[in-house]
Each structure stands twice: as structure tokens, then as C-alpha cells.
């Protein structure tokens, strides 16, 4: 008789822990959109500053990074609970199934972690031209606030008090 052999529970549960960890890392990777972070490069960089007048705020969602880590760190979960269901081909096909449904669960979940809460920010400038930054929801604003906007070399632009 041919005896299928199982994966000892303990392998099976070091690739889960393995896998979660590639999908918390892709989580922390996210660049920030928050007017109080700077990114190495525009550290000691010269950046254009002009003033103005917020004209309006809305709230607004930064939609979340979709990487290939996600998809990568889900399928590799997805494979691993799906190979401890059943026995031979069962084992293999659960496998598959497992790896595909958790490649498209982990898109998903890492573009729902790094979803962040934002601002679109109407700026009058002093010259009368209208300009309008997003970015995270991180520091209040409101009609007729005095600002200042920021824009580095790169294009980045920021609101700032």
C-alpha cells in the first residue's frame, strides 16, 4: 500500500509566520504622503516655497500599494494551508487552489493595510492662481488658514502651517 506522507504541522506553521511577516514588511515599506515626512533624498535640499490662503479641504482616501510582495506572501500562505487539506492529488490540487485564491487575498489585504485617510487641499496662492495638493489626513486645515506650500526638486508638494 502506497502511503501518502503529511508535512509535520510545524513546517507548515514556519511558512505561515514566514509569510505573514513578507506581508506586515510590505506594509511598513509604503511611502509616506503625510506633510511632516521627508524622504532621505529631499533632506538638506532646497525647496520652493510659496504662500497662500486655503480655499477648501475635502476628505479623500489614498488608495493602498499593490506590489508584487502581497500577491507573492499570499500565495505562499494560500499554497501552504491549502497543502495540509486531504491526502495525494487532493493535497496537490487543495495546494493549487490554495496558492491562487491566496495570491489574490494578499493584493488585496496589502492594499487595504496601506489605505490611508487623506486631504485635497485648495490653495490660493498669493499670485491668484488656485492649486490643489493631496495628502495624508495628518494635520488639520480649514478655509482661510495661512499656508505655506512646499515642492521640492522631485515635484513633491506638501501643505504646511
Not at 33 to 53: E, H, K, T, W
Not at 90 to 99: N, P
Not at 127 to 134: A, F
Request: one cysteine or more.
Amino acid at each position: 500500500m502506497n502511503r501518502v506522507r503529511k508535512t509535520p504541522l510545524w513546517k507548515n506553521i514556519r511558512w505561515f509566520v514566514i509569510a505573514a511577516l513578507v506581508v506586515g514588511l510590505c506594509a511598513s515599506c509604503a511611502s509616506s504622503r503625510s506633510a511632516n515626512v521627508y524622504s532621505r533624498d529631499q533632506a538638506r535640499q532646497a525647496q520652493n516655497v510659496q504662500m497662500g490662503v486655503v480655499a477648501s479641504v475635502k476628505s479623500v482616501l489614498i488608495e493602498g500599494t499593490k506590489t508584487p510582495l502581497g500577491t507573492i506572501a499570499g500565495g505562499a500562505l494560500g499554497g501552504v494551508a491549502g497543502s495540509a487539506v486531504g491526502g495525494g492529488k487532493g493535497a496537490q490540487l487543495m495546494t493549487v487552489v490554495g496558492a491562487i485564491a491566496g495570491a489574490a487575498a494578499g493584493t488585496a489585504a496589502e492594499e487595504g493595510i496601506t489605505r490611508k485617510q487623506g486631504l485635497e487641499i485648495i490653495v490660493r496662492l498669493d499670485n491668484g492662481t488656485l492649486l490643489s495638493v493631496v495628502q495624508e489626513a495628518d494635520v488639520a486645515f480649514q478655509a482661510g488658514d495661512s499656508v505655506k506650500i512646499i515642492t521640492g526638486s522631485d515635484g513633491t508638494t506638501r501643505v504646511s502651517h
